[in-house]
Nanobody, 130 residues
Framework: QVQLVESGGGSAQAGGSLRLSCATS????????MGWFRQAPGKEREGVAA???????????SYADSVKGRFTISQDNAKNTLYLQMNSLKPEDTAMYYC????????????????????WGQGTQVTVSS
């Protein structure tokens, strides 16, 4: 069973940066996808960024339009950690952020959809003030 533990949330001013980390055992698998989701109070959970690794074919990434050019998803396989670098933060980025994973094949067209993932972290809060 893959486990996920997020960290790195906190408070930032608008225009500032934060980096979220997700410690994971998913990298034991040759094929997997991982994503970052967020949920603001009173809103549905939405996909923010995702990464899909296929054995010998490399990785691909996907971003929500609202974060393109500001957020970057990356991974350090040696440290078994997934990252989300968040720059140029806006108050509307305030939410609980969750790391999610699925081992095996993933639907490229659904990388930012909750249905793709079967393991979730506990979440880490990000608050951006204006």
């Amino acid at each position: 069973q893959v486990q996920l533990v997020e960290s790195g949330g906190g408070s930032a001013q608008a225009g500032g940066s934060l980096r979220l980390s997700c410690a994971t055992s998913a990298y034991r698998y040759t094929n997997y996808c991982m994503g970052w989701f967020r949920q603001a109070p009173g809103k549905e959970r939405e996909g923010v960024a995702a990464i899909y690794n296929i054995y010998l074919a490399g990785t691909s990434t996907s971003y929500a339009d609202s974060v393109k050019g500001r957020f970057t998803i990356s991974q350090d396989n040696a440290k078994n950690t997934l990252y989300l670098q968040m720059n140029s933060l806006k108050p509307e980025d305030t939410a609980m952020y969750y790391c999610a994973a699925r081992t095996g094949t993933c639907n490229r067209n659904l990388l930012l959809h909750q249905v793709t993932y079967d393991v979730w972290g506990q979440g880490t809060q990000v608050t951006v003030s204006s």
